[in-house]
């Protein structure tokens, strides 16, 4: 069992920046993979950006590439969303997720575990 907790999240202006951290905790996994979610009322979540634990490969929406980066801190069990050039599409509720295998990365159905969410809100 792995519990999850992101924070961060906020009001921005836009061309602003936040910085996402989620919190791992629990069952450690010797290879894994930790990726972030949005979704706003109304949408499927929507996968934005996911980190391999072993290794650090990263894989990004086209949404978001270029000013989102994933990053994480083995030691503190933390992954993080540098959200950089926010814009107002970008408003949404952002979750933090888990998974064993670094196959199917971009399918919410195949992750294992979520923490709660953040609130984004970026204003125009």
């Known amino acids: 069992q792995v519990q999850l907790v992101e924070s961060g999240g906020g009001l921005v202006q836009a061309g602003g920046s936040l910085r996402l951290s989620c919190a791992a905790s629990?069952?450690?996994?010797?290879?894994?993979?930790m990726a972030w979610f949005r979704q706003t009322p109304g949408k499927a979540r929507e996968f934005a950006a996911a980190i391999q634990w072993s290794g650090g490969s990263t894989e990004y929406a086209s949404s978001v590439k270029g000013r989102f980066t994933i990053s994480k801190d083995n030691a503190k069990n933390t992954v993080y969303l540098q959200m950089n050039s926010l814009k107002p599409e970008d408003t949404a509720v952002y979750y933090c997720?888990?998974?064993?295998?670094?196959?199917?990365?971009?399918?919410?159905?195949?992750?294992?575990?979520w923490g709660q969410g953040t609130q984004v809100t970026v204003s125009s």
């Open positions: 629990g069952r450690t996994f010797g290879r894994y993979v």
């Open positions: 997720a888990v998974r064993a295998s670094w196959t199917q990365i971009r399918r919410s159905s195949e992750y294992d575990y």
